[in-house]
């Protein structure tokens, strides 16, 4: 299986120097997607409602300090498999060219990440580390279809 760094790795090779923000959207949607079209995970690694939106935290310890990412080192996207990065260039097609201010209060509207936080009764703004489920994101998005 994929993990979240090839992921992320695969995502800067398409799109090039972006916010850390915009990657971990980025690499949410493309784990919510994945979810949906195939049916299981892209990557096991997890995912959490951070105040600011999904986030990696696997991710973060990599870039920590840095508001721009270049490339991803720790990850290597050839262990994508060709579905898989047809899958992530579906996602890229759709929200890669908007900008991580507006990912971020996307995903503040929607539900996987509203239910987690309030789950664990984090209020705005407050830090926490609950996970959004891949069942959640699975529900939900799959009912957008």
Same mark, same amino acid.
């Given at each position: 299986m994929a993990t979240a760094d090839d992921v992320a790795a695969y995502i800067l090779e398409q799109q090039?120097?972006?916010?850390? @923000?915009?990657? %971990?959207?980025?690499? /949410? /949607? *493309? !784990? *919510?997607?994945?979810? @949906?079209?195939?049916?299981?995970?892209?990557?096991?690694?997890?995912? =959490? *409602?951070? *105040?600011?939106?999904? @986030?990696?935290?696997?991710? /973060? !310890? %990599? %870039?920590r300090g840095q508001f721009k990412v270049t490339k991803w080192s720790p990850g290597d996207s050839s262990k994508l498999s060709w579905g898989q990065r047809d899958n992530i260039d579906s996602v890229l097609q759709f929200y890669g060219d908007k900008e991580p201010f507006w990912l971020t209060?996307?995903? %503040?509207? &929607?539900?996987?990440?509203? &239910?987690?936080?309030? =789950?664990?009764?984090?209020?705005?703004g &407050?830090?926490? =580390?609950?996970?959004i489920t891949k069942a959640s994101m699975a529900e939900y998005y799959a009912s957008l279809v």
């Open positions: 090039g120097t972006m916010s850390a @923000v915009k990657l %971990h959207k980025l690499v /949410y /949607y *493309a !784990q *919510a997607w994945h979810l @949906v079209w195939e049916d299981e995970p892209l990557f096991a690694d997890r995912i =959490q *409602a951070w *105040a600011n939106g999904p @986030v990696v935290p696997k991710l /973060y !310890q %990599h %870039h209060e996307l995903t %503040h509207r &929607e539900r996987p990440w509203r &239910e987690a936080r309030e =789950q664990a009764r984090l209020g705005p &407050e830090r926490g =580390q609950v996970e």
